[in-house]
């Protein structure tokens, strides 16, 4: 018996000692006791729609995908939700982003009305009818909201910004690449924007490194991008003209489907932490994980070379367990992170899941 509680004693350490040997990363991130989904779709909740000038269910078949930021002491969550329209499948329905308040980070409120929806206005070939989707948000040092999304018309999924000042009224810049070099990456699939942001006191505010922005984005490699405003980007190209992923799919690993920038990183001590999705490929990835199901990678890059790699988890440190996180309208499970918030001495991360429903998970530093 000695000798076995010896052994167990020795594998408790040599796992904690693991688990401490990569210094840089963030979490543990843990569920809530009962953990149950904050925002889920609603059908009594109705909105005019300027597409079809109908009264519309605008949150009846999915709440998803979520940014956060904080504002005026409270954390502000912007969702993607879905309009059922029939039976169609994923990406067949119409998007518009919603908001949620809460005092605590884990109660919420909901706006009655989407905040940010397809409009008849300049942006209507891009947004029509699929609308607006997958948003990030940072905010910067003096207070402008950006928001990075992807716009849908059923064509071509076009990474677009958006700026604010109270997060209600917006505006629209239009699809990132669409005047670099002529259009040249303007009507190829872009999406998933994860701009740069360093904590400044007890706030996140977007970062400058070596006098520029820096933006993680794309899918199923992940790519750089930067920007002297927050709305005018440049994808970042190698000598030859062509961009260069910085983050690619693993063989054998949980990552070794696609990879796909997740809410925006922070710039720390160590470098730039970029949280990320993950899809797995049963064939050439991780056996029991499952086909196509998300988790959550975490890297490290260069505070001073963004576009270099110093370090990788090798395991996700967030995966679906739950019910609501392999259930609904993508049933191999997502926990799909957009949202980064740091909040009354906590990290939150708010994450989509099955496609269908919102959850959070939270990381409470030691003082």
Same mark, same amino acid.
């Not at 990363?25 to 609603?42: C, M, N, W, Y």
């Not at 709440?63 to 956060?68: G, H, I, K, V």
């Not at 063989?251 to 990320?276: C, N």
């Given at each position: 018996?000695?000798?076995?509680?010896?052994?167990?004693?020795?594998? +408790?350490?040599?796992?904690?000692?693991?688990?401490?040997?990569?210094?840089?990363?963030? *979490?543990?991130?843990?569920?809530?006791? @009962?953990?149950?989904?904050? +925002?889920?779709?609603?059908?009594?909740?109705?909105?005019?729609?300027?597409?079809?000038?109908? @009264?519309?269910?605008?949150?009846?078949?999915?709440?998803?995908?979520?940014?956060?930021?904080?504002?005026?002491?409270?954390?502000?969550?912007?969702?993607?939700?879905?309009?059922?329209?029939?039976?169609?499948?994923?990406?067949?329905?119409?998007?518009?982003?919603?908001?949620?308040?809460?005092?605590?980070?884990?109660?919420?409120?909901?706006?009655?009305?989407?905040?940010?929806?397809?409009? @008849? @206005?300049?942006?209507?070939?891009?947004?029509?009818?699929?609308?607006?989707?997958?948003?990030? +948000?940072?905010?910067?040092?003096?207070g402008l909201y950006v928001l990075t999304y992807t716009q849908w018309n059923r064509e071509v999924p076009r990474l677009a910004v958006a700026t604010s000042k109270d997060l209600r009224n917006w505006d629209k810049h239009g699809p990132i690449f669409k005047e670099w070099k002529e259009g040249k990456?303007?009507?190829?699939? /872009?999406?998933?924007?994860?701009?740069?942001?360093?904590?400044? *006191?007890?706030?996140?505010?977007?970062?400058?490194?070596?006098?520029?922005?820096?933006?993680?984005?794309?899918?199923?490699?992940?790519?750089?991008?930067?920007?002297?405003?927050?709305?005018?980007?440049?994808?970042?190209?190698?000598?030859?003209?062509?961009?260069?992923?910085?983050?690619?799919?693993?063989?054998?690993?949980?990552?070794?489907?696609?990879?796909?920038?997740?809410?925006?990183?922070?710039?720390?001590?160590?470098?730039?932490?970029?949280?990320?999705?993950?899809?797995? /490929?049963?064939?050439?990835?991780?056996?029991?994980?499952?086909?196509?199901?998300?988790?959550? *990678?975490?890297?490290?890059? /260069?505070?001073?070379?963004?576009?270099?790699?110093?370090?990788?988890?090798?395991?996700?440190?967030?995966?679906?367990?739950?019910?609501?996180?392999? /259930?609904?309208?993508?049933?191999?499970?997502?926990?799909?992170?957009?949202?980064l918030v740091y909040f009354e001495g906590k990290w939150l991360i708010y994450y989509g899941t099955a496609d269908s429903m919102v959850g959070v998970v939270s990381w409470s530093l030691e003082k």
């Open positions: 018996m000695k000798k076995l509680i010896s052994f167990l004693f020795l594998v +408790i350490i040599f796992f904690s000692v693991q688990a401490q040997e990569k210094t840089w990363t963030f *979490g543990p991130f843990l569920r809530q006791v @009962d953990a149950e989904p904050i +925002i889920s779709p609603k059908a009594n909740t109705i909105f005019k729609d300027p597409m079809s000038g109908k @009264d519309v269910s605008w949150e009846s078949m999915a709440t998803f995908n979520p940014a956060a930021i904080i504002k005026d002491g409270k954390v502000h969550v912007l969702y993607r939700a879905e309009e059922k329209l029939g039976e169609k499948e994923i990406g067949g329905h119409t998007s518009r982003i919603g908001l949620a308040i809460s005092e605590n980070g884990f109660l919420f409120e909901r706006e009655k009305e989407p905040i940010f929806f397809p409009k @008849d @206005d300049n942006q209507k070939e891009f947004e029509w009818t699929g609308g607006t989707e997958d948003p990030r +948000i940072v905010e910067t040092e003096e990456y303007h009507n190829i699939e /872009s999406k998933s924007g994860a701009i740069v942001t360093e904590l400044k *006191g007890d706030k996140l505010v977007a970062a400058k490194i070596d006098g520029k922005y820096w933006m993680y984005y794309g899918v199923p490699h992940i790519w750089l991008a930067t920007s002297t405003d927050l709305i005018h980007w440049e994808p970042v190209e190698n000598h030859e003209g062509n961009r260069v992923p910085v983050l690619s799919p693993r063989p054998g690993f949980f990552d070794s489907w696609l990879v796909e920038a997740g809410p925006p990183p922070v710039l720390t001590k160590d470098g730039i932490v970029v949280l990320y999705n993950a899809g797995n /490929s049963q064939n050439v990835g991780v056996k029991n994980l499952g086909n196509r199901v998300y988790t959550g *990678g975490q890297a490290l890059f /260069s505070a001073k070379e963004p576009w270099k790699l110093l370090d990788r988890l090798e395991e996700p440190f967030i995966q679906p367990t739950l019910p609501f996180e392999k /259930s609904g309208q993508y049933p191999e499970g997502t926990t799909f992170l957009e949202g």
